[in-house]
């Protein structure tokens, strides 16, 4: 991006919810679907941007993710555009397995995950290092491309911490203290000097009731209406 170009817009929104999120099953690059409360998060998602001028939608081409962002190509008629560099990160032999379960089955490969060793990589997954390369500067890639536009990027709970840590200037070993919700809207701008906050885990349209009739669909058990 020339220095003087117009910075680029981000709506980074991480999927809709799935059962093994309730579950802390690790989905990795399983293609797992949204369950209801995530088919009713992303129709809420979906009518909350609906006014942001919206150019582009990228998605990571993974179900969740792209159910997600089909639900607000229907809102904003614009088209998804699928990108294998926005799926989440790769973990390997970890994938499909709780929390739980890991610590259990490798007890020394579980600690050095929970410590963010940078060398660490699940049997045949990414490491933190190569992950980060591929959704930042697949980002990068895909926002230097629309200068003083807006963009949409539908992604994992991974790649928004990457986006996180780049536009904050965050060190890939210190531990999470954000917030990465199921649906919530996280906004950046990219300029010639990178990637910038402004505003995070934004998930006000998950609790205004106003938006029901809007999205045509009552909530999910459990769930405001």
Not at 173 to 187: E, F, H, K, V, Y
């Amino acid at each position: 991006m020339s220095p003087d170009a117009e910075p680029t817009r981000i709506l980074a929104i991480r999927h809709g919810e799935t059962a093994w999120n309730v579950a802390t099953r690790i989905q990795g690059q399983l293609d797992i679907p949204l369950n209801e409360t995530g088919l009713w998060q992303a129709r809420r998602l979906a009518f909350a941007v609906a006014d942001e001028a919206v150019d582009a939608i990228y998605a990571s081409d993974l179900l969740r993710a792209h159910e997600t962002a089909l639900a607000i190509a229907r809102v904003i008629h614009r088209p998804v555009i699928a990108e294998t560099g926005l799926r989440e990160r790769g973990f390997g032999t970890f994938e499909g397995y709780t929390f739980k379960e890991i610590e259990t089955l490798w007890p020394e490969q579980s600690l050095r995950w929970r410590k963010r060793e940078l060398d660490f990589s699940p049997g045949g997954g990414e490491s933190i290092p190569v992950f980060y390369e591929r959704c930042v500067g697949t980002a990068t890639r895909l926002a230097a491309a629309h200068p003083g536009q807006t963009i949409c990027l539908v992604a994992h709970g991974g790649v928004l911490d990457c986006l996180y840590r780049a536009a904050a200037h965050i060190d890939l070993r210190a531990p999470r203290t954000w917030q990465l919700g199921n649906a919530s809207i996280n906004r950046l701008l990219y300029s010639a000097g990178g990637f910038s906050l402004i505003g995070w885990s934004d998930s006000l349209h998950l609790d205004d009731a106003m938006l029901d009739e809007a999205a045509d669909g009552a909530a999910p058990a459990g769930r405001p209406s």
